[in-house]
């Protein structure tokens, strides 16, 4: 796939990502609703893990995606909201915790920091992006910080997000007998594709009003 070099660029790739997406839900959903008793039961299974994984796979897109857009302008990371700053360190500051680095070391990262704003944002780190496998509140809610997108609109929908996707999720995939309703299907579909909805909007929202730039 082509970069997003232009405001169209990056809003057509998120939306193609996502449109396929939703088809796949979509048709799963029709499937069910046509289903006898036995098929049913097995396809709602199907559902949750197909409507996490769309989940979980549109977030690492569209916030890669988005970050590669804002690399391609090339900014100073002076011209850009300190969040971009911050992301530019945060990977170094977690190698400190699990490595013996000395006082001299920690001294020279302090003044990389502090002499460092005229550095160009010009490359993703795709750690930054790292839905664990597990994609919970808790993890969304980092790469929201990442990202600079407000997290808190998407709270009311953190124990969806935990409980109906995900654990459901992780008890289907390591074989337990999980059952899922018929009458959860329309709660699972509709709030799935609402969840990838608003939040590849918040990204396109900034990538149109360049509020990815310092105020």
Same mark, same amino acid.
């Given at each position: ?30 499937? !069910?609703?046509? @289903? ?13 893990? /197909? ?13 890669? *995606? ?12 002076? &011209? ?17 915790? /699990? ?14 920091? $502090? ?10 780190? &795709?750690?930054?992006?790292?839905? *664990? ?9 980092? !790469?929201?910080?990442?990202? @600079? ?8 929908? #953190?124990?969806? /997000? ?9 008890? !289907?995939?390591? @074989? ?21 909805? #608003?939040?590849?909007?918040? $990204? &396109? ?11």
């Amino acid at each position: 796939m082509s970069k997003p070099y232009t405001v169209a660029d990056f809003s057509a790739q998120i939306t193609e990502d996502r449109n396929w997406r939703i088809k796949e839900i979509s048709d799963l959903k029709a499937a !069910i609703t046509r @289903g006898d008793n036995n098929l049913q039961r097995v396809l709602l299974r199907a559902l949750v893990t /197909i409507c996490y994984a769309h989940w979980e796979g549109y977030v690492r897109f569209s916030a890669r *995606k988005y970050l590669e857009h804002v690399a391609l302008r090339r900014f100073q990371y002076g &011209e850009l909201d300190r969040q971009f700053f911050r992301n530019y360190f945060l990977p170094r500051l977690a190698a400190l915790t /699990i490595s013996k680095v000395s006082i001299a070391e920690r001294c020279d990262l302090i003044d990389e920091i $502090l002499n460092s704003s005229d550095r160009r944002f010009s490359r993703v780190n &795709e750690d930054l992006i790292n839905t *664990k496998a597990n994609l919970n509140f808790d993890v969304f809610t980092d !790469i929201c910080l990442v990202c @600079g997108v407000h997290a808190q609109p998407f709270s009311e929908q #953190a124990t969806f /997000i935990d409980v109906v996707l995900l654990r459901r999720r992780n008890a !289907i995939a390591h @074989g337990e007998d999980t059952l899922v309703a018929l009458p959860d299907l329309a709660e699972i579909t509709n709030h799935t594709i609402a969840l990838m909805r #608003a939040f590849g909007d918040a $990204l &396109e929202n900034h990538v149109v009003l360049r509020t990815y730039k310092a105020a």
